[in-house]
């Protein structure tokens, strides 16, 4: 059976409209550009990691994101705070686990978050999802090895494992729960040559889960939008360097009209 229709625009707009505060712990590479893709989208983001006031910055977001990118033991401890502070408040996690399958302790810390607590959506590329799902695969640093696996079950196994969204990211996106998946088309291979680009998709994906809790729609809805805005910005672009400002630029002009027509979206 297919999955409905999503109104992509409908959670463009609720994200205008109610401009929802989202608290990263997040890569420290990219932190920058992270901050810069929530707000371009109209949200507030928010990055404090120190462990003194993770939980009071949590306990005021309506969302909360996770990005092992920079992994340090003590951040780690972090962020158990703040997702302890987050289920309390019942707002969504999104965990990005970059890099999992390159290092021990990586998937380490990754199960350790996973099991410390409830984590709404879980955002990687196919072998870092591998990872978590159980499989043993390499992780090219933080590029996606090889796997043979048929995503569309990998997703919906991992979120049977972890009763969660599951989010895979590549030249085609998946996005599944334990009954539906929906495919994406959207988005440019440039972006494969900028840093950052899948920690701004993991910040999208937070800011759209804060507004409405029907985590697979608002996954596609703000995946589609931000590749649809990267396709947009490669038409205008030079090359990576001005890729990454005509991505802010084309995001923050998105219409309905050009959403409408450009999105690529199955079920």
């Known amino acids: 059976m297919k999955a409905e229709k999503i ?10 409209k109610q401009k929802p505060v989202v608290h990263h712990l997040t890569n420290w590479v990219t932190i920058y550009d992270c901050a810069n893709i929530t707000k371009v989208l ?19 977001a309506s969302s909360l994101v996770l990005n092992i990118g920079t992994l340090t033991v003590d951040f780690i401890e972090a962020m158990k705070i703040a997702a302890k502070k987050a289920n309390e408040k019942n707002i969504p996690i999104i965990l990005d686990v970059c890099g999992a399958g390159a290092t021990k302790l990586r998937d380490q810390k990754c199960f350790e978050l996973l099991e410390a607590a409830k984590i709404t959506i879980i955002k990687g590329n196919a072998s870092e999802i591998a990872r978590i799902g159980g499989l043993s695969v390499k992780t ?12 569309i079950d990998l997703a919906k196994k991992v979120s049977q494992k972890w009763n969660c969204t ?12 334990q009954k539906r998946c929906y495919i994406i088309k959207n ?3 440039i972006m494969a040559h900028v840093v950052g680009t899948g920690c701004m998709a993991a910040s999208v994906i937070g800011t759209f ?3 409405d809790s ?5 996954s596609v809805a703000g995946l589609v939008c931000y590749e649809i805005a990267a396709e947009l ?5 030079q090359g990576p360097g001005t890729f990454k400002e005509q991505l802010f630029d084309s995001l923050f002009h998105l219409d309905k009209t050009t959403i409408e027509n450009m999105q690529k979206v199955q079920s």
């Open 140 to 151: 090219k640093g933080v590029d996606s090895g090889n796997i043979n696996e048929n995503l």
């Open 187 to 189: 988005g440019h291979p």
């Open 209 to 211: 889960a804060a507004v």
């Open 42 to 60: 109209g949200a507030s983001p928010v990055m404090a990691h120190a462990p003194e006031e993770v939980a009071e910055m949590t306990g005021i």
């Open 166 to 177: 599951t989010v895979i990211t590549g030249e085609t996106d998946f996005v599944a729960d």
């Open 7 to 16: 109104d992509i625009y409908s959670y463009f707009e609720k994200v205008k």
């Open 214 to 218: 029907d985590y697979v729609h608002t």
């Open 233 to 237: 910005a490669a038409k205008n672009s």
